[in-house]
Each structure stands twice: as C-alpha cells, then as structure tokens.
C-alpha cells in the first residue's frame, strides 16, 4: 500500500532555531500534500496545502514566514519552522493525496522546543 | 465549515465486548476517513467511506450520505485496539476536517 514517511519523527531544539521536517510519499506522487499539527489533546487542525510547484495555501491563523513550506517535488513537500518558539512545540503530521484522492498519513514529527 | 462531533469522548471496554463510535457532521462531504491514532501519535488510515460500509478484520466502517453520519464497530475487541480513533471529513483528495476523537481502552 501507498507508504507516506515523515523525517524526523522527533526534534528537540533550542529556542530560535529554525527546523525542517520532510514528508515523502514513498511509491506513489502527489500534487497534494497538507501539513497538520496536534497539540496536546486536541484533534488534527490544518496548517496548510501544499501544492507541487505552487506557493502553499495557509490556513488562517498560521503564518506563512513562520512556517514555510516548500513541495520542489511530487514526492517531498517539506516545512520548515523559522525561529521556533516553546509554544511551536507541537505533533506536525502530513499527508499525502494519491491515486483515487486518498489521503495518506506520514507517523508525524514530535517537535519539542526548549 | 464542516464541525464534526464525535462520541463518546472516551470509552472504557472489557475484552471482547463489541463497541461503536459515532461520528456525525454538518456539511454533506464526499469523503469520511477513520483514523487510529496511537500513544507514540503515529495515524493509520483505517478506512476511507463515501458510501455504504466497509469491512476489514474486526473492523467495521458505515456511513449513511443522507444522515450525515458515520459508525465504526470493533467486534472482539482487544487490549491492542486501545488507541484514539479520529473521524475527519471532506471532500475527496481535499483538505480533511477533524473530530475531536474517542479515546478508547480495552481492558483485558
């Protein structure tokens, strides 16, 4: 089955850093993936839509230069956490579109900043 | 916007019981997906519904298009089936709205 994999699963940094996560659909391309994050017993909000080749679509509320993302590829769109903060700590989950627009979950990223 | 409830918000069941989880929302869709969410965090797609019902192990998906409504039944239940499960709805290939999610233990 389609296999969509998240790198890293975990992250810890220190405030002001800026870190990347990538999402990659294995065996399959994807015009569309979206970026979600989970905060602690909350369910899944949307982040964005990224579209390969296009600028991605940001939910409102979330920054777009806080959170760039960038899809140079059918098979990896990744989002990148510019100058995180404490409260940025949060579960990102992606997830891929592929053939009958199924939607296909990556493990998610744990991301812990100190 | 579509708001998606689920209930219950957590259920506690013995070994082997049959249980059901109720998933209703607001806006018609083309697509509702079933998701289990472990403790790690990590989601498994369980099944993707636009119809009718659908069947894999234990596990059963059914959806009713003109109710707005979706069950999904675990039937001999296991301590191994203890996790979140997680409806979200929308269209096909589209961004997907979530529902708050059953947390789920099966005591043995």
């Known amino acids: 089955g389609a296999v969509v994999s998240q790198h890293p699963s975990r992250v810890i940094c220190k405030s002001g850093t800026s870190v990347k996560i990538e999402c990659r659909s294995l065996d399959f391309q994807a015009t569309t993936m979206f970026w979600y994050r989970q905060f602690p017993k909350q369910s899944l909000m949307l982040m964005a839509t990224?579209?390969?080749?296009?600028?991605?679509?940001?939910e409102q509320g979330v920054e777009k230069d806080k959170f760039l993302i960038n899809h140079a590829s059918l098979t990896l769109s990744t989002l990148t956490v510019t100058s995180a903060h404490p409260e940025d700590s949060s579960f990102y989950i992606c997830?891929?579109?592929?053939?009958?627009?199924?939607?296909?979950f990556g493990p998610g990223t744990r991301l812990l900043v100190l | 916007k579509n708001e998606v409830e689920q209930s219950p918000q957590n259920l506690t069941a013995q070994e082997g019981e049959f249980i059901t989880i109720n998933c209703s929302y607001s806006?018609?869709?083309?697509?509702l997906h079933w998701l289990q969410q472990h403790p790690g965090g990590g989601i498994v797609s369980l099944f993707m519904?636009?119809?009718g019902k659908k069947k894999h192990g234990r596990l059963i998906a059914t959806i009713n298009i003109q109710e707005k409504h979706s069950s999904l039944h675990i039937t001999a239940s296991h301590p191994r089936d203890s996790a979140v499960y997680i409806c979200?709805?929308?269209?096909?290939?589209?961004?997907?709205?979530f529902g708050g999610g059953t947390r789920l233990m099966v005591k043995p």
């Open positions: 990224s579209n390969e080749g296009s600028k991605a679509t940001y």
């Open positions: 519904l636009s119809s």
């Open positions: 806006v018609g869709i083309s697509a």
């Open positions: 997830s891929a579109v592929g053939g009958l627009e199924t939607q296909y």
């Open positions: 979200a709805v929308g269209e096909a290939g589209n961004m997907l709205t």
